[in-house]
C-alpha cells in the first residue's frame, strides 16, 4: 500500500470521477441537450467547513485545466460499448468551466454558525460530472487540513484488519457468493486512500472484488468499471415530464437508450412502494435488477422478491444491489439472509476508503469521516425532490413541491416528516421558499 496518504493534485485526471456520471451525461446530451440544472453542496456533519472555502475553491478552478485525453476516450470506448462513439469522441472537446458553473461562499446558518456553501448551475449535460468530484476535493482538503497527522499505518492496519475479518467469516459462514464493488469516489479520505486501498483489494480479494465505480482507478488496475444511474435522473424527469409520469418515464427511457446494458433500476427516488407501482412486468423483465440506497434492506429486498414472483419472474434470474452505507459485515449478512433465493451483489464506499478506525488526535478528537451531499435542487427553474424510504435521506427544498409529489404518487403526508424537513432545512442555512 502507499506511503503516504496525500497526493500533490487531487484530481488525477478527467476520468477521476464515478461511472454513472458519464452514462447519465451520454443520455441527457441525447435526450434533454438545452436542460438547465442547479446543485447545491450540504454538509450533514455537524462541521464547520467555511475555513477551507480558500483552498476548496483553489482545487476546483484547477478543473479547467482538465480534459479527457485520446488515451482515455479509447479507453472508454472499449469497456464501455454501450456509450455511442458519437458521444465518446465528443469528449475531446469537453472541458470544465468552474469559474462559470460553479460558485462558492459562506452561508450564514440559522444557529448563528456559518457553513461551506457550493452551487453549480448551467446547462445539465456540461454540469454533470462535478458531483463526485467536488465532494471528492472538499474531502481531500478536509483532510489534509485537520487530519493530515494521521499515520498511513492506521490507515493499512484498519484496513488489513478488515480483510481478515472477512476471509476467516466467508469461510465460516460458507458463503461462495460475495461480490462487492468499490464506491468510494465521492467520500474518500484521498485519492491515494482510496488507490491503496484498491490495490490491496486486488491482491487480497481478487475473487471478491467486482470492481470500482472509479473510471481512472479501473484503468489503473484493470478492474471493471462499475456503475448505472443516480437520483437525479429520476429527480430531473420531475421538471420535464408530467410528474406523475416521471417515474416510469425516466426507467423507460434509460432502458431505450442503453437497449438493456445497463439494467440495475434505483428504486427509491419516491419510495420502494411507488417504485413497484411503476416498475410493470414489461420493465421488471427488461432490468437485470434493482439497487438498495435507503431503507431497512430486508424488508426492501423482500418486497422485491415477492413482486417479481408476482409477476412469475424467477428472482434468482435477478439482482439486488445493496449501497445503503455499508461495512463488511452488513453487507455479509444480508448476503447470507437472501443466499439462495436471488442473486445479491454490493457497493461499499466510505468504510472502504474513509476508515480510520479508532483513530484519535492530540487534542483528543476521535476522527469521523465527513458526511456530505451535492443534491439537484431545480431543472429547468423547477423544484426536484428525492423522497427516499428514509425520511432524513429526503431532498427537496420547496415543501409544497413535496407535498404535491406524495399527492401525486398516492403517498402518505406525514406532519411530522414535514416539520422534520422544514427543521433540516433551516438548519442548513435554507428558506424553503426563497434561498435566502
Not at 442547479?38 to 483553489?58: G, M, T
Not at 465527513?370 to 431545480?378: R, Y
Not at 409544497?400 to 424537513?421: G, I, Q, S, T, V
Request: proline share 3%.
Amino acid at each position: 500500500m502507499t506511503t503516504n496518504l496525500f497526493s500533490s493534485r487531487i484530481i488525477q485526471s478527467a476520468l477521476d470521477f464515478d461511472v454513472y456520471k458519464v452514462n447519465m451525461m451520454s443520455a441527457v446530451a441525447a435526450l434533454y441537450p438545452d436542460a438547465m440544472v442547479s446543485y447545491k453542496f450540504i454538509v450533514r456533519s455537524d462541521e464547520e467547513l467555511s475555513e477551507l472555502l480558500p483552498e476548496v475553491k483553489a482545487e476546483v478552478l484547477k478543473l479547467q485545466d482538465v480534459c479527457f485525453t485520446s488515451e482515455e476516450i479509447q479507453y472508454m470506448k472499449r469497456v464501455a460499448p454501450y456509450l455511442s462513439p458519437e458521444f465518446l469522441d465528443g469528449l475531446h472537446a469537453f472541458r470544465f468551466n468552474p469559474q462559470r458553473d460553479v460558485a462558492f461562499n459562506i452561508k450564514s446558518m440559522a444557529d448563528g454558525s456559518s457553513q461551506l456553501r457550493i452551487t453549480i448551475n448551467g446547462l445539465w449535460k456540461e454540469t454533470i460530472l462535478y458531483e463526485t468530484i467536488i465532494m471528492s476535493i472538499v474531502s481531500e482538503v478536509r483532510s489534509r487540513a485537520r487530519w493530515s497527522d494521521i499515520p498511513v499505518e492506521q490507515f493499512q492496519a484498519v484496513l488489513a484488519e478488515k480483510v481478515h475479518h472477512l476471509k476467516v467469516e466467508l469461510k465460516r459462514r460458507n458463503i461462495t457468493n460475495f461480490k462487492f464493488a468499490d464506491m468510494s469516489t465521492r467520500r474518500r479520505f484521498s485519492f491515494q486512500a482510496q488507490r491503496s486501498m484498491l490495490a490491496f483489494l486486488s491482491k487480497e480479494l481478487p475473487g471478491c472484488l467486482a470492481g470500482t465505480s472509479n473510471y481512472h482507478l479501473a484503468r489503473e488496475f484493470d478492474l471493471t468499471p462499475i456503475g448505472t444511474v443516480a437520483h437525479e435522473w429520476f429527480m430531473g424527469h420531475q421538471a420535464l415530464v408530467n410528474v406523475r409520469d416521471s417515474q416510469k418515464v425516466a426507467l423507460q427511457r434509460w432502458q431505450e437508450m442503453f437497449k438493456g446494458a445497463l439494467g440495475i433500476a434505483l428504486t427509491d427516488t419516491i419510495g420502494i412502494d411507488a417504485f413497484l407501482k411503476d416498475f410493470d412486468e414489461a420493465l421488471s423483465n427488461a432490468y437485470v435488477g434493482v439497487r438498495h440506497d435507503s431503507g431497512c434492506p430486508y424488508t426492501w429486498g423482500e418486497k422485491m422478491i415477492e413482486h417479481y414472483q408476482s409477476l412469475g419472474i424467477n428472482p434468482m434470474t435477478k439482482t439486488l444491489v445493496f449501497t445503503d452505507g455499508l461495512n463488511f459485515e452488513q453487507a455479509l449478512d444480508i448476503c447470507e439472509h437472501f443466499q439462495g433465493r436471488i442473486q445479491v451483489s454490493f457497493g461499499i464506499g466510505t468504510s472502504l476508503a474513509n476508515d480510520m478506525g479508532d483513530y484519535v488526535n492530540a487534542q483528543g478528537t476521535v476522527y469521523k469521516p465527513l458526511s456530505i451531499v451535492i443534491k439537484m435542487v431545480e431543472c429547468n427553474g423547477s423544484p426536484v425532490a428525492k423522497i427516499s424510504d428514509e425520511p432524513e435521506k429526503a431532498m427537496c427544498e420547496d415543501i409544497f413541491f413535496l407535498m404535491n409529489l406524495k399527492r401525486r404518487f398516492d403517498l402518505p403526508l406525514n406532519l411530522e416528516e414535514c416539520r422534520a424537513l422544514l427543521d433540516r432545512l433551516e438548519k442548513e442555512g435554507e428558506n424553503y421558499l426563497i434561498d435566502a
